[in-house]
T-cell receptor, first 113, second 110 residues
């Protein structure tokens, strides 16, 4: 069965650079979620989208922005990167109306040096 | 959102049942209990959810006390691949963001 695809899987950036993470949800899933997991920490909800509209917002820094496109894929844009942004970034998708069953991707490991 | 409390770690012998407890004494009447797990550095995986009745699926069983203040996730025959952090989350149904707490690190040993 098709799963959530995230790219790239690994990314190394320097401080103050920008990064773009991409997420391709499971076919027919219309809702996308982004989570950040720092080293040794639990996943933290950042933001979610349904039908290209932002549906909910968590602890997402102002330096980060995200959007969902007409094909339902989503991108997380991160600017002015800081060392503390180094983390695993997970994307998850679900069907609207079934938000409890979120399918997570393998994650993008971002390292900021 | 209901505050949930879980033990930080538990051990279980391979092939035995793993019983993972969760306290959610502040849960409200319309909040469900959800269980997810995260195998090392992989994305969290949905296991099961319930409101007040016990639930069972191909992965696990969920036992919720009558007063709904606590629940237990049961993995009937734990394998080494079940070693993971297990998260119990209390949330209103159709509320589309999860706040993962500290979870229980389950170590399944041969």
């Amino acid at each position: 069965a098709a799963g959530v695809i995230q790219s790239p899987r690994h990314l190394i950036k320097e401080k103050r650079e920008t990064a773009t993470l991409k997420c391709y949800p499971i076919p027919r899933h219309d809702t996308v979620y982004w989570y950040q997991q720092g080293p040794g920490q639990d996943p933290q909800f950042l933001i979610s989208f349904y039908e290209k509209m932002q549906s909910d917002k968590g602890s997402i820094p102002d330096r980060f922005s995200a959007q969902q496109f007409s094909d339902y894929h989503s991108e997380l844009n991160m600017s002015s990167l800081e060392l503390g942004d180094s983390a695993l970034y997970f994307c998850a998708s679900s069907l609207f109306g079934v938000p409890y069953e979120q399918y997570f991707g393998p994650g993008t490991r971002l390292t900021v040096t | 959102d209901a505050k949930t409390t879980q033990p930080p770690s538990m051990d279980c012998a391979e092939g035995r049942a793993a019983n993972l407890p969760c306290n959610h004494s502040t849960i409200s009447g319309n909040e469900y209990v959800y269980w997810y797990r995260q195998i090392h550095s992989q994305g969290p995986q949905y296991i099961i959810h319930g409101l007040k009745n016990n639930e069972t699926n191909e992965m696990a069983s969920l036992i919720i006390t009558e007063d709904r203040k606590s629940s237990t996730l049961i993995l009937p025959h734990a394998t080494l691949r079940d070693t993971a952090v297990y998260y119990c989350i209390g949330l209103i149904y159709n509320f589309n963001k999860f706040y993962f707490g500290s979870g229980t690190k389950l170590n399944v040993k041969p």
